[in-house]
């Protein structure tokens, strides 16, 4: 009886067990039918939203064309509120300038009226076009709040070497930067929802397209089309001779005119052939008496080593500014044991390689038209820099520079230029060629562990060595001294820092037993941070600002180097190569010698120092035959081809 009656309760359970699978599985089907009900449901209401947007076309066409009509005003409008911190500037603008703003707001259409014509979705168009202006906007925002300077489209060639962007510059988000996307993404929702439609046939809209790609394309590159155009809009053309200048120009044109006017100035200036460049004419010019007597002071060839320190430049010119004595008393003693004087470069705050292309070429930026990265003008072969010349006369050459390598395309272009060694050192993959032990000061490497390096290179040549070196340290941002918001302040500690590592490497040189000459200039003023800057509160403008392409050098020997000859006047940077070969008695030739020729009669040959000076046939032509043309100079690359 027992086990019957456990037989039976376990049959009832079993029976239990069943019926609450079964009932679990009905719940798990009801759940799965109701889960597919929901999302059946969801694309049903999608679909239900998306032919209701649909309808809007039609039903709201006049909302829609009110959306199609001022999106051009708002975008171009959200684009100067952005980049200006804000409604004042803009205001300002408006009341002021009001032609080159309605120059910039007939630009947008244009590029709307393009863009509706591929895409035909009204918010599309306006998405494209939002992203657009408001990456330009948000760019310029953060160039001009690092280094004073604002954008040109030029600039955005070295968009590829933005992980090296990001080291130089103050990058802020605000709340009011945020609250500017924040419309501009509902207004691109809001067409979204209204859906206006560009439904024109297709022949309209690729006549449309058409006149806004051929407006675009003579705003930049035809003359005779862009100049009435600017003149009726009052647009400012005033040539940007210098940085100052530009910023006057961006202050009356705005943001939006600005970029289109600069784009049209820098093609106007684009390189050309001279008109006269022939061999024929080469010759002629290079056709003159030349000193065969020079040789290294009886064969002596000492070490040569050039410094241009990044960033570095002597304050107290200005005499408003109370410098601590401390700061430059170093820089003072290399100058009191050496010879010093004032030099004119070709570039402030920024483009370095501009100071950099002038020393290692001996050639001005000013006869290619100023680019603000001359080493893209370069020909694909090998050039003939003053690198060139030493390796001719039996010197080991080196290129040191403690940064990133592709920067600039340092890596590639530099060993064409005749520098047998190169020495970079990346802080972003932790790679270096440096052979000593790297510190840092600030963001980067410290001036020190350059001059080590230096030091390193002349004990280490068998030969005599020609070193350039640009340096890192003083670059921007100036953001890690004792008082972060304190930015002139930190710029002076750190070239402070620079002057005492300096002393010790010149005391370093000193002991080694082999002659050494030292020039050391810094390669430009230093980027200071937009309407804060002290820049701003001397009251730099377009009228008074060439003291700032002056910058104070000296050259300085651990021998009895003859000083004698080097120039008492300003001269501008591309001589300083021609100074030096004099100073260490090297060989000339017929283009050597005409450099200095041209030192005597013409020694500042810059547009930004002096807007007035005019171009010289001679000195342009033969900057266009060595650095782009077909080499008709002599040169130590056409004397190899001998």
């Known amino acids: 009886m027992a086990e019957k009656s456990n037989e039976m309760l376990n049959s009832e359970l079993d029976t239990q067990n069943d019926k609450m699978e079964d009932v679990e599985d009905a719940v798990k089907i009801v759940g799965e039918k109701t889960d597919e009900t929901a999302e059946e449901k969801k694309k049903g209401r999608f679909r239900q939203f998306m032919k209701k947007r649909s309808g809007h076309t039609e039903k709201f066409k006049k909302v829609n064309l009110f959306l199609l009509f001022i999106y051009p005003l708002f975008i171009m409008s959200m684009a100067e509120i952005t980049q200006g911190k804000g409604f004042a500037p803009y205001f300002k603008l408006l009341t002021h300038h009001p032609g080159p703003v309605l120059f910039g707001l007939m630009v947008t259409a244009a590029i709307f009226v393009l863009l509706l014509s591929i895409f035909r979705h009204g918010w599309f168009a306006a998405a494209v076009n939002s992203v657009l202006y408001m990456s330009l906007a948000t760019t310029e925002l953060f160039k001009y709040n690092t280094n004073g300077n604002h954008l040109i489209l030029s600039d955005m060639r070295i968009a590829k070497s933005v992980k090296s962007l990001k080291s130089f510059a103050y990058i802020k988000i605000t709340p009011q930067l945020i609250l500017g996307y924040i419309v501009v993404i509902a207004f691109v ?34 003359p005779k089309f862009y100049k009435p155009v600017y003149a009726f809009f009052d647009v400012d053309t005033t040539p940007a001779t210098n940085d100052m200048l530009l910023k006057e120009k961006f202050l009356n044109n705005g943001f939006v005119t600005f970029l289109v006017q600069t784009a049209s100035e820098d093609f106007a200036n684009r390189l050309k052939e001279p008109e006269d460049y022939t061999e024929k004419r080469v010759d002629e010019i290079l056709n003159i008496k030349v000193d ?105 050459t080196a290129y040191v520079h403690p940064f990133q390598s592709n920067f600039y395309s340092r890596n590639k272009i530099y060993p064409r230029l005749g520098f047998k060694n190169m020495l970079f050192h990346d802080d972003y993959d932790e790679t270096t060629d440096f052979t000593v032990d790297v510190e840092h000061y600030g963001t980067y490497v410290d001036d020190k562990s350059v001059y080590d390096q230096l030091v390193d290179l002349v004990k280490t040549s068998d030969d005599p060595i020609y070193i350039h070196t640009t340096t890192m340290q003083n670059h921007q941002p100036y953001n890690q001294g004792e008082d972060p918001n304190a930015e002139f302040d930190n710029y002076l500690q750190w070239i402070q820092h620079t002057n005492e590592g300096l002393n010790v490497f010149l005391s370093d040189l000193k002991k080694i037993d082999e002659p050494t000459l030292v020039f050391f200039v810094g390669d430009h003023f230093p980027s200071l941070r937009g309407e804060t800057s002290v820049y701003n509160q001397l009251g730099m403008n377009g009228d008074n600002c060439s003291i700032l392409y002056e910058q104070t050098y000296f050259l300085w020997a651990n021998y009895d180097a003859d000083f004698s000859d080097v120039p008492k006047e300003k001269f501008s940077f591309f001589y300083v190569p021609y100074v030096i070969l004099d100073i260490i008695d090297a060989p000339h030739d017929a283009f050597i010698q005409k450099m200095m020729n041209f030192l005597k009669t013409m020694p500042v040959y810059s547009t930004s120092f002096n807007a007035e000076t005019p171009h010289n046939e001679e000195l342009d032509i033969l900057t266009y035959d060595r650095v782009i043309g077909d080499l008709y100079s002599t040169s130590p690359i056409t004397d190899k081809g001998d």
Do not use: H
């Not at 570039?347 to 290619?368: D, H, I, Q």
């Open 189 to 222: 929702v809001l067409m979204f929802y209204f859906n206006p439609k560009y439904t024109k046939k297709a022949v309209t809209r690729t006549a449309g397209a058409s006149v806004a790609i051929l407006a675009g394309f003579g705003l930049v590159v035809w």
């Open 292 to 396: 065969k007597d020079c040789d290294f002071n009886g064969g002596v060839k000492p070490n040569v080593i050039v410094i241009m320190s990044e960033s570095y430049a002597d304050f107290r010119v200005f005499d408003e500014l109370d410098i601590d004595k401390d700061v430059y008393k170093y820089f003072d003693k290399a100058c009191e044991e050496g010879v010093s004087g004032r030099l004119i470069t070709p570039t402030y705050a920024s483009w370095t390689v501009r100071s950099e292309f002038e020393l290692m070429f001996g050639l001005p930026v000013k006869s290619l038209n100023d680019p603000n990265m001359p080493q893209r003008e370069l020909a694909d072969r090998e050039l003939p820099a003053m690198a060139q010349y030493y390796d001719s006369w039996g010197y080991n």
